[in-house]
């Protein structure tokens, strides 16, 4: 292939124009737009160094202190002792065999008999007093006072008083009124013996008889 020829081929040279005339065609755009003044300050910026210091390695720590030095410690010294024989022991002396007599066996002591003692006095409790053979009044939870008779208003007579003995049963009901006294005389005798036998008086197992005395008034 022949150089000079390829030198002179029109062809390559208008390439080579064409590319440099592209080229001041962008540089004469950027200066009109203002894009090379931002480059001609990015350009005037300062620019600051640095100056990175090599990182050095610690220093190796310092070496340990030697270790103490041992001391020395020397055996005491023994001291011989001059040998001294042991005494002479004589021989210990025969003992005689103990005689052994015939002891007769103490016999035991007899026991102490001790006494059981006595029994001790059982001391009876006094017997309760005899109740009387008729009692000075009565306990009864139903107990009703007689009325005023009407044969004592037909005689104007204003008071009276009869006393009376009852007999009661084991279950406190009275099973018969005896009339010992009675002011005026069987003036109110009636009346006191109908009120009296309708009494519930308190039950004690027994009979017993009890004396009771009613007093009439006549109220305004």
């Known amino acids: 292939m022949d150089f000079a020829r390829q030198q002179r081929d029109p062809t ?8 440099v005339i592209l ?6 755009w950027a200066l009109l737009s203002g894009l090379g003044q931002k480059v001609i300050e ?31 410690i020397e055996p005491p010294k023994v001291i011989e002792q001059p040998y001294v024989p042991p005494p002479e022991i004589p021989p210990p002396a025969p003992v005689a065999p103990p005689v052994i007599a015939n002891v007769a066996p103490t016999p035991p002591p007899e026991p102490v008999v001790i006494a059981p003692p006595p029994p001790p006095v059982v001391i009876a409790p006094p017997a309760p007093p005899p109740k009387p053979a008729v ?4 306990s009864c939870t139903k107990k009703e006072a007689p009325s005023f008779p009407r044969e004592a208003l037909c005689a104007n007579i204003q008071r009276g008083k009869v006393n009376a003995i009852l007999t009661i049963d084991e279950q406190g009901n009275v099973a018969d009124v005896k009339i010992t006294s009675s002011e005026p005389p069987r003036v109110f005798d009636r009346a006191v013996r109908d009120t009296l036998v309708d009494w519930k008086c308190v039950g004690e197992g027994a009979k017993y008889q009890a ?10």
Not at 12 to 19: E, T
Not at 23 to 28: D, E, K, M, Q, R
Not at 51 to 61: L, N, Q, V
């Open 12 to 19: 390559r040279h208008l390439v080579g124009i064409a590319f």
């Open 23 to 28: 080229v001041h065609a962008l540089v004469i």
């Open 42 to 72: 990015v350009v005037k910026k300062p620019m600051t160094a640095q100056i990175i210091e090599e990182i050095r390695p610690p220093p190796p720590p310092p070496p340990p202190p030697p270790p103490p030095p041992k001391k020395i």
């Open 135 to 138: 009692r000075q009044g009565v």
């Open 211 to 220: 004396s009771v005395e009613i007093n009439f008034t006549l109220k305004d």
